[in-house]
């Protein structure tokens, strides 16, 4: 994207986090971290970055869905495509995609901060993650430390009003096509599931952007996060299958077993399932 789009990109969501950060509640209180869950204190020596909220990573795909019933009445919110509600979104393995919506008053039941650090200061509901993410996310970054690799949050959880703000900036900035490659419609994004964050270093640098590619965090988490439970959701040229760009930054949680089978076969979600639902 060229580095004005960039810029007017980043400017939108900033006016988004504000409005929903001053008027907007969810399930759990953004405000109030869950005790015992105080976010870590960044590095001696690191840099405390800005908070952008960067493009927001989507949800995407085209296969039969655990926790979906796919004789649900499709949703008029696809953008032409025939949509089916998820009916079951509590699943840890629930598919959101494209294809399968969640919806607009779903909130995830156990919200947490993990205790980690974020690459923003406020309490915002993008530190929020589904309890037993929460859990391995601490110990996926843990491990990362000890191998000389510094993580940290970019945005977790979205309630459907703050992806349907971001989404619509987006299209605004970018044109409702190129957004769509790389954002998600309100209801479809894996964020509002609780079970999805995005990551970048600890100084935020290239965070949600085409430069995490390739940087020691981006290769560790495509090398290791599978261990922790968690799979890398868009992967590198499987755009027509996910429905968006390669993001190495965006981390789904899917449990161990679960991520390392689909791990060991080099296929997104999306085929998994297919092959093996």
């Given at each position: 994207?060229?580095?004005?789009?960039?810029?007017?990109?980043?400017?939108?969501?900033?006016?988004?986090?504000?409005?929903?950060?001053?008027?907007?509640?969810?399930?759990?209180?953004?405000?109030?971290?869950?005790?015992?869950?105080?976010?870590?204190?960044?590095?001696?020596?690191?840099?405390?970055?800005?908070?952008?909220?960067?493009?927001?990573?989507?949800?995407?795909?085209?296969a039969?869905?655990?926790?979906?019933?796919?004789?649900?009445?499709?949703?008029p919110?696809?953008?032409?495509?025939?949509?089916?509600?998820?009916?079951?979104?509590?699943?840890?393995?629930?598919?959101?995609?494209?294809?399968?919506?969640?919806?607009?008053?779903?909130?995830?039941?156990?919200?947490v901060?993990?205790?980690?650090?974020?690459i923003?200061a406020?309490?915002?509901?993008?530190?929020?993650?589904?309890?037993?993410?929460?859990?391995?996310l601490?110990?996926m970054?843990?491990?990362?430390?000890?191998?000389?690799?510094?993580?940290?949050?970019?945005?977790?959880?979205?309630?459907?009003?703050?992806?349907?703000?971001?989404?619509?900036?987006?299209?605004?900035?970018?044109?409702?096509?190129?957004?769509?490659?790389?954002?998600?419609?309100?209801?479809?994004?894996?964020?509002?599931?609780?079970?999805?964050?995005?990551?970048?270093?600890?100084?935020?640098?290239?965070?949600?952007?085409?430069?995490f590619?390739?940087?020691?965090?981006?290769?560790?988490?495509?090398?290791?996060?599978?261990?922790?439970?968690?799979?890398?959701?868009?992967?590198?040229?499987?755009?027509?299958?996910?429905?968006?760009?390669?993001?190495?930054?965006?981390?789904?949680?899917?449990?161990?077993?679960?991520?390392?089978?689909?791990?060991?076969?080099?296929?997104?979600?999306?085929?998994?399932?297919?092959?093996?639902?």
């Amino acid at each position: 994207m060229s580095p004005h789009t960039k810029l007017f990109r980043l400017s939108l969501l900033a006016v988004v986090a504000a409005a929903l950060f001053a008027g907007c509640t969810v399930g759990a209180d953004p405000q109030t971290p869950a005790p015992g869950n105080e976010p870590s204190v960044q590095e001696p020596g690191e840099q405390q970055p800005s908070d952008p909220e960067p493009q927001p990573d989507p949800d995407s795909g085209t296969a039969p869905a655990p926790g979906s019933d796919p004789s649900t009445e499709p949703s008029p919110s696809g953008g032409g495509r025939e949509v089916k509600m998820v009916t079951n979104p509590d699943a840890i393995d629930v598919l959101v995609n494209k294809e399968w919506a969640l919806s607009p008053d779903y909130v995830p039941p156990d919200l947490v901060e993990p205790n980690v650090r974020f690459i923003f200061a406020e309490k915002h509901e993008r530190r929020l993650m589904r309890a037993e993410a929460a859990a391995a996310l601490e110990e996926m970054f843990a491990a990362a430390e000890e191998d000389g690799i510094y993580l940290a949050g970019v945005s977790g959880y979205r309630s459907y009003a703050y992806q349907e703000m971001l989404f619509t900036a987006y299209v605004s900035a970018d044109g409702l096509e190129n957004a769509e490659r790389y954002s998600a419609r309100p209801g479809h994004s894996e964020h509002q599931t609780g079970l999805a964050m995005d990551i970048s270093g600890s100084t935020g640098e290239c965070a949600a952007d085409d430069c995490f590619a390739g940087t020691p965090e981006a290769e560790w988490l495509a090398a290791h996060a599978h261990e922790f439970g968690f799979i890398v959701r868009y992967p590198e040229g499987k755009e027509e299958i996910t429905g968006y760009m390669y993001e190495p930054w965006h981390v789904r949680y899917l449990g161990k077993e679960l991520a390392r089978k689909v791990h060991a076969t080099g296929l997104t979600y999306e085929e998994y399932l297919a092959r093996n639902r």
